[in-house]
């Protein structure tokens, strides 16, 4: 018997806020013990007035990384502009259910035309750590970097903004 797909495919991917699973934690020690579990993080791209999110940035290949060479040295990339991963932590309140939890925001510099890029990947991990322990930490962002983050937080789903902790909420406002 052959079976063929037969649903359409649009060509488009539609990306959305990860969501925490309802599992239990492994009780597990071995291998892998200890690392974090990242079903919960989503990252959003900031890059001029556009806010999206890009899961592909969970692996350095977002839409503005991919191609780049990165670089630790800030002058080898003279011409590039300012672009920010903000690292955000879905959570889950037992009876409220789903907010944000933590958010974090990082900067890179790109020339796309250059191929070339600036980053810090330890504080790009280390933010991602800090998002997923409800640490919010927008320093660098701008009132209208911030407005995008905000406006994309509500669009994306306006419970888990109202559920959200005020100092969260706060720190978006201009």
């Known amino acids: 018997m052959d079976h063929k797909d037969t649903s359409q495919k649009t ?27 990242l079903n ?8 001029g007035d556009e806010a999206y999110i890009d899961i592909g940035a969970m692996h350095a290949k977002s839409k503005v990384e991919k191609g780049i060479k990165f670089s630790t040295n800030r ?35 790109i020339d796309t035309e250059a191929r070339r890029g600036w980053k810090i990947l330890a504080d790009h991990v280390n933010k991602m750590d800090y998002a997923l322990k409800r640490k919010v930490q927008l320093e660098g962002l701008s009132e209208a970097q911030k407005a995008l983050l905000k406006k994309l937080l509500i669009d994306t789903n306006p419970e888990w903004w109202d559920r959200s902790s005020d100092e969260l909420k706060s720190a978006l406002e201009s």
């Open 75 to 109: 002058e080898d990339v003279p011409a590039g502009r300012q672009v920010w991963i903000v690292w955000i932590a879905v959570d889950r309140h037992p009876e409220k259910g789903q907010f944000y939890g933590g958010m974090t925001a990082c900067e890179m510099w």
């Open 11 to 37: 060509g488009k991917k539609i990306f959305a806020l990860n969501i925490i699973s309802n599992d239990e934690k492994s009780k597990h020690k071995g291998f892998g013990a200890g690392s974090i579990d």
């Open 40 to 47: 919960s993080m989503s990252p959003v791209i900031i890059d």
